[in-house]
C-alpha cells in the first residue's frame, strides 16, 4: 500500500499511530470527547486529515517545526543537519520530543517507507495485536497495559 504522504509529519511524530488522527478517521466519538477534553476543546475540534494534509489538526497548522521543514523544502527533519534543533528542543511537550529525538535518527537510517512500516508494526497490542496510538498506556481491545 503506498505511503500516505500526508501523515509523514516532519517532526517524526507520524500522523498514523495519533490519537485525534485515529479517531477522525474512525468517526470514533467517544474517543474525541476524551480528547477534547485533554486539549480544552470541542469534540468536533477533534479532526485531523495527518500534518501535511490540508486538514490538519489546530497545533499543526501553526507548528514551527512543519514551517521550518517546509521553508527548507524538507520532507522531514531527518534531512536537516541541524537536528536536533531549537524547535525539536523547545517543544512543548516533553513525551512527543522524545519520540522526535528516536524517531528523526531512525527516519534517517531507514528512508522514509522503510521508517514508516516499522513505526506502524510498534504500535500493536504485544498480547492481541490490535492497533495502538502514540502514547496509549492500555489496549483498547484486550485492555492489557502498553509499554
Known amino acids: 500500500m503506498p505511503i500516505n504522504k500526508n501523515l509523514l509529519s516532519p517532526c517524526g511524530l507520524y500522523c498514523g499511530v495519533c490519537d485525534i488522527y485515529v479517531a477522525h478517521r474512525d468517526q470514533d466519538n467517544k474517543r474525541k470527547e476524551k480528547l477534547a477534553a485533554v486539549y480544552g476543546m470541542k469534540p468536533e475540534e477533534m479532526n485531523c486529515l495527518g500534518c501535511l494534509s490540508t486538514r490538519p489538526f489546530g497545533y499543526c497548522r501553526v507548528c514551527s517545526i512543519k514551517s521550518c521543514a517546509g521553508e527548507k523544502n524538507y520532507e522531514g527533519c531527518y534531512q536537516c543537519s541541524e537536528f536536533p534543533c531549537e524547535h525539536i528542543n523547545n ?9 522526535m529525538l528516536a524517531a528523526i535518527p531512525e527516519w534517517r537510517e531507514l528512508g522514509t517507507e ?9 504500535y500493536h497490542c504485544k498480547k492481541c495485536g490490535a492497533p495502538l496510538t502514540r502514547g496509549a498506556r492500555r489496549c483498547r481491545k484486550c485492555k492489557e497495559p502498553v509499554g
Do not use: Y
Open 114 to 122: 522503510r521508517w514508516v512500516a516499522v513505526v506502524e508494526a510498534r
Open 91 to 99: 517543544f512543548p511537550v516533553e513525551e512527543a520530543r522524545e519520540v
